[in-house]
Structure formats: C-alpha cells, structure tokens
Antibody, heavy 123, light 107 residues
C-alpha cells in the first residue's frame, strides 16, 4: 500500500525557515517523481514544486510564488522527500501535501497524496 | 500560465441522480487533465487522468470526457460518499494549475 506521511509543519514567524519531510513507503521511491502542493485555509489547491527521479536527472520545477525561497530535495536511500522553505511569508500559510508523481505517456501527474502538514506563518 | 475554470461552483444533486461537472482550460492542455475528489479534512484522491482514464479502484460511475479545451466529469448515479469537492488540474505545462473546485452537495 502506498503511503506518504508529511511532517515538520508548525507555527513560524515571517522571514524564518522550516523544512518539511515526506516519508514514503509501499513503492520504489527512487523510481518516481515527487511533487508538493498546498491548500490555504478555505482555498483551492496550489501546486508548489516537483522533483524528477534520478533516472530523469532529478531536476526540479517550482511555482513562481515560491521560486528562490523554497527548495526541493530527495534522499532515495531513505525514501524521503524534503521541502525547504526559507523567507516564509504570511501567505505561505497552508496545509502542505506531498504526492507521488506517476510518469505515464511522457507526462507526470500525481496519483497518491499524503494527508498533509499544516504550516502557519504568523508573528 | 494556463487558467482552469470550473463550473458550477456548487452543484446540488439528489442521491441517485446524475452530476455533470465542467472544467475549461484557457489554452490547449492536450489530454493532460486530472480530476481529484476531496472530502473535508482529507487529502485529494485521484479519480481520472488523461482526461478519461479512471484511476485504480475508482468506480465505473465516474467518467471523464473532453472536447477541445472543455473537460467534463460525470458521476452517473450519485452515492452518499460522492458528496465532496472536485478539482480539475492540468499537467500539460508548468506550472501545474487547478480550477477553483466544484462542491457537490446533497439537494
């Protein structure tokens, strides 16, 4: 059974940093891309970023709203994906979900989602 | 970026009735369109990818179709567990973008 469990969320002041982790199980982690999404309270879903598998270069994509502040990484030996969030802003407050990204017919899409971890940015 | 527009915002349907949800892309996304179901306090669940392919374990009452940049999710006979928010998302081009969601509520 595919499982994704996020951790590392919490209350943080504006301008500070936080690192989220996503522990994966039930599949060969290194074979998949991983993506992060967020959902602000009462709002819709927003894509944050994506990291390819090593086989596809491990390259990354970021939403414009987080580019230069957030960094994706992965540790395939531990089956963990990370989201390093620096220079946090109040508008980054949201539940952050990690997802497994399936590669199909030349495209990636997210097929399994974690329950999410809440990040609150407030002074 | 590609703007995804869902309609209606809220759909009131009686159990057993058919529900039709729409999603329009501001430009071509080919067939790279997914639908997700989200219940309160839960993570989204993949229903449809490739515009019309059901994900593993998704009941046959869920179906997806496309016509150009217009996409439709149809739930043929609503069950109690289907009342939720439905999101469409394009994965054809970065950044991935979502519609604002359609809430399917009990009439």
């Amino acid at each position: 059974e595919v499982q994704l469990v996020e951790s590392g969320g919490g209350l943080v002041q504006p301008g500070r940093s936080l690192r989220l982790s996503c522990r994966a199980s039930g599949f060969t982690f290194g074979d998949y891309g991983m993506s992060w999404f967020r959902q602000a309270p009462g709002k819709g879903l927003e894509w944050v970023g994506f990291i390819r598998s090593r086989a596809f270069g491990g390259t990354k994509e970021y939403a414009a709203s987080v580019k230069g502040r957030f960094t994706l990484s992965r540790d395939d030996s531990k089956s963990i994906a990370y989201l390093q969030m620096d220079s946090l802003k109040i508008e980054d407050t949201a539940v952050y979900h990690c997802t497994r990204a399936l590669h199909s017919s030349g495209w990636y899409f997210s097929d399994y989602w974690g329950q999410g971890t809440l990040v609150t940015v407030s002074s | 970026e590609i703007v995804m527009t869902q309609s209606p915002a809220t759909l009131s349907v009686s159990p057993g009735e058919r529900a039709t949800l729409s999603c329009r892309a501001s430009q071509s996304v080919s067939s790279n369109l997914a639908w997700y179901q989200q219940k309160p306090g839960q993570a989204p669940r993949l229903l449809i990818y490739g515009a019309s392919t059901r994900a593993t374990g998704i009941p046959a009452r869920f179906s997806g179709s496309e016509s150009g940049t217009e996409f439709t999710l149809t739930i043929s006979s609503l069950q109690s567990e289907d009342f939720a928010v439905y999101h469409c998302q394009q994965y054809n081009k970065w950044p991935w973008t979502f519609g604002q969601g359609t809430k399917v509520e009990i009439k």
